[in-house]
């Protein structure tokens, strides 16, 4: 990789260019659906309903080397326990919006919900006063905008989306991590690049024994870095890596796109990316086996254990005829997948199902991985996941180089990558969820990490 700053005028770099409410695109991917809100106004609230889980502290700490106090913002939203949407403000006390009925996004008072954050340095402690589920933490420099939409239930909230280059934060540079705090008090939290690389984030949770588990984040510098990165693999294969490169319109990179995202704007890019792999892959395994360890828990009763691979099972694969390949003795059966199938590791061969058993799941979760990873083809890839190959993630093309470029810039190799990224051997973890059934603290480590 070279020296310098990334220079968005020598490549196909996106340019966003953020709009107003006419340019909203509302879908699936980006409204968090509630219900309650429907013809109501939006009001505030000192508590939630009670419930065993109590409140939880979070601390945020700023780690850019120059930000004047509330110059960054956060905002901290989820489902209620009732399934309302609802943000906690910085005194801990509840805000819940509402469409008014409105088809039409209404925009949210940032007043009420944004909490200003510290100067660099600085510590700011919000305590959400009890459990929320489907939660985020947001983080941006400036104001970021949310808005309300009228659903059939009652009422949606329309999140930031990265994959409208026209959205009206789409030239601001934001990040979020998941969190799930239960009525139990245990918690669930998560870094991921699944979808973009943006606002530098780590994060430490420590529970009530004083065991500390942390995902640090990316390093200072890294989006610029990726950015730099794609430019020179587009360099070599002439794919429009670049592209996934978000710039505000002064050519100062705000993101990276990860390649689902990507090919939801311009699909035809990277189309056939993968199809000479995938038949390989498939000529390779018509004429040898395929094992997949899954877990004992996954394979059931009766399970035979692996030989070399600690408390797993195999399950055989094999290619029966140039489009299927069939696995296990329920003979679960898999088309090639196409390149869409690939980055986003749900759609195709990958797709779950209501119906699908712990077996099929484990499969899916193995053969994405190996796929998104370019293991399959690699001296002793027939055995999926496996230490052998895990050094080599990412070193044979075609490959997600997004994947590898995110990891290579992680402080601690922490954060998933795709949807995958925690299919792992053993004593490994790529994946940057943090969770505990006797929480103490989360904190949040925005602009660089902890140290």
Not at 319 to 336: H, I, P, Q
Not at 372 to 401: A, F, I, Q
Not at 438 to 443: G, M
């Amino acid at each position: 990789m070279y020296d310098g700053p990334f220079d968005a005028d020598s490549t196909s770099a996106t340019i966003a260019r953020a709009g107003d409410i006419d340019d909203i695109i509302v879908t699936s991917e980006n409204t968090l659906n509630g219900t309650f809100h429907h013809g109501t106004e939006a009001h505030a609230a000192n508590k939630f309903v009670a419930d065993a889980a109590g409140s939880f502290p979070f601390e945020f700490v700023n780690r850019f080397k120059q930000s004047s106090g509330g110059q960054v913002k956060a905002y901290i939203s989820g489902f209620d326990s009732e399934q309302k949407i609802v943000f906690i403000r910085a005194d801990g006390s509840s805000f819940f919006p509402a469409s008014r009925g409105s088809q039409i996004p209404v925009e949210v008072d940032n007043s009420q919900i944004a909490i200003d954050l510290p100067g660099s340095d600085q510590t700011l402690r919000v305590s959400i006063p009890s459990a929320i589920h489907s939660g985020r933490i947001y983080f941006s420099e400036g104001p970021l905008k949310f808005f309300m939409v009228k659903i059939p239930g009652g009422d949606g909230l329309v999140q930031p989306s990265v994959a409208n280059p026209s959205d009206p934060n789409a030239e601001t540079n934001w990040g979020f991590i998941e969190f799930t705090y239960n009525p139990d008090g245990s918690i669930w939290t998560n870094l991921s690049y699944v979808d973009f690389a943006g606002l530098l984030l780590g994060m430490s949770l420590s529970d009530r024994d004083d065991r500390v588990q942390a995902a640090e984040g990316l390093s200072v510098g890294a989006v610029s870095e990726i950015c730099k990165g794609l430019a020179q693999q587009e360099r070599q294969d002439g794919r429009r890596w670049s592209a996934m490169c978000v710039t505000n319109r002064a050519g100062v990179p705000v993101r990276v796109l990860s390649p689902n995202i990507y090919s939801t704007i311009r699909a035809a890019d990277f189309e056939d990316y993968w199809q000479s792999y995938v038949d390989s892959v498939w000529r390779q395994y018509r004429r040898k086996t395929l094992s997949v360890a899954v877990s004992m828990a996954a394979a059931g009763a009766g399970a035979r254990s692996a030989p070399h691979v600690e408390g797993a099972a195999l399950i055989k694969c094999g290619v029966e005829d140039d489009s299927l390949m069939t696995c296990g003795a329920s003979s679960f059966r898999y088309e090639k997948p196409t390149a869409q199938d690939i980055w986003g590791c749900d759609s195709g061969p990958f797709a779950r199902r209501n119906s699908d058993d712990p077996v099929h799941l484990a499969l899916i979760a193995r053969l994405c991985a190996a796929f998104v990873r370019s293991t399959l083809l690699l001296n002793g890839g027939d055995l999926e996941p496996n230490r052998y190959t895990s050094n080599l993630y990412y070193t044979s093309n075609p490959t997600n180089h997004y994947s590898r470029l995110v990891h290579q810039h992680e402080v601690d190799g922490r954060g998933y990558a795709f949807p995958y990224d925690d299919v792992n051997v053993s004593g490994e973890d790529a994946s940057g969820t943090l969770t505990s059934p006797r929480p103490k603290s989360l904190t949040v480590y925005f602009g660089g990490a902890a140290a």
